[in-house]
């Protein structure tokens, strides 16, 4: 049986990126992207490393202003 791992990525000055959970390598699980202000992206789930369903992406207030699916 394989296990989820979390992963987390940064930015170069050090702020948080990226954050979510691999399975076997590939992504899996619900995924965010952050500025480097820490305001909220993008977020969005992957099934087998493929981005699947709703994929927002938020303003600088943090407001879903787009909404991709996948």
Do not use: C, I
């Amino acid at each position: 049986m394989s296990k989820s791992e979390s992963y987390t990525q940064f930015h170069k000055d050090g702020s948080l990126w990226a954050t979510g959970q691999l399975l076997n390598g590939a992504a899996t699980g619900y995924w965010e992207w952050f500025r480097k202000d820490g305001t909220k992206l993008r977020s969005g789930t992957f099934e087998n490393g493929h981005q699947v369903g709703e994929w927002p992406t938020y303003d600088q207030n943090g407001s879903p202003y787009k909404v991709t699916q996948m």
